[in-house]
């Protein structure tokens, strides 16, 4: 068990900028998750996967973010046209099937800062 | 909607004293409540839950009892440690919701 991985750790790009960051989950895990989490305050839920399908979406996920998960394994993240409100750290965990109590596993996060 | 709140902090304590963490929460249905906590330079980690009413989830000395009838999951450890300093969430997921609704989170300090 290697824990989640993320990637890029950190992340300064200019406004108006894409940017795309990288999950790798836990192998066995087959949901996979997106929160985001901005200074003193708790992550938000972004979308998550069971396998390749997005099931679900928050209303935080405006247009200009896209997630994929190509084939069940490592998950996007993509920004277009990047703001200064998207200055975030954006958090991917990932967890097992067996219902609502799963724990979920998280990366140690990419930080995302917009100048 | 689904809602947890938790006591502010930052909380400062020295060693060996006893620790509460405020946590209630607004739910439809039975939820499963979760404590995480996320220590320096490190990523969110589950360290107890209850996914009922009247459960004690226990973990490292740390405690925490599903009360339905407070909408609460305080945190609480008798004895606290230097190591214990981190930030502390509540969360819950509600069933067949697979999205954990989070606190804002309480940073914990010990000094020796």
């Known amino acids: 068990d290697t824990g989640v991985s993320q990637d890029p750790r950190h992340k300064i790009t200019k406004r108006g900028q894409n940017v795309t960051f990288r999950c790798d989950p836990i192998?066995?895990?087959?949901?996979l998750y997106w929160y985001r989490q901005t200074l003193g305050q708790g992550p938000e839920f972004l979308t998550y996967?069971?396998?390749?399908?997005?099931?679900?979406k928050s209303r935080l996920l405006s247009d200009r973010f896209s997630a994929e998960r190509p084939k069940g394994s490592f998950s996007t993240l993509e920004i277009q046209r990047t703001e200064q409100g998207d200055s975030a750290m954006y958090l991917c965990?990932?967890?097992?099937?067996?219902?609502?109590?799963?724990?979920?596993?998280f990366g140690n996060g990419t930080r995302l800062t917009v100048t | 909607g689904d809602s947890v709140t938790q006591m502010e902090g930052p909380v400062t304590l020295s060693e060996e004293a006893f620790l509460t963490i405020n946590c209630t929460y607004t739910?439809?249905?039975?939820?499963?409540l979760f404590w995480y906590v996320q220590y320096p330079g490190e990523g969110l980690q589950l360290l107890l839950k209850?996914?009922?009413?009247?459960d004690k989830g226990s973990n490292k000395g740390f405690e925490a009892t599903y009360r339905k009838e407070t909408t609460s999951f305080h945190l609480e450890k008798g004895s606290v440690q230097v190591s214990d300093s981190a930030v502390y969430f509540c969360?819950?997921?509600?069933?067949?919701?697979?999205?954990?609704?989070f606190g804002q989170g309480t940073r914990l300090t010990i000094n020796p």
């Open positions: 739910a439809t249905g039975y939820p499963s």
């Open positions: 969360a819950l997921s509600r069933p067949g919701a697979q999205k954990l609704v």
């Open positions: 965990a990932s967890s097992l099937m067996e219902g609502s109590g799963s724990p979920l596993h």
């Open positions: 192998s066995e895990h087959n949901r």
């Open positions: 209850a996914t009922k009413a009247d």
């Open positions: 996967f069971q396998n390749e399908a997005q099931l679900e």
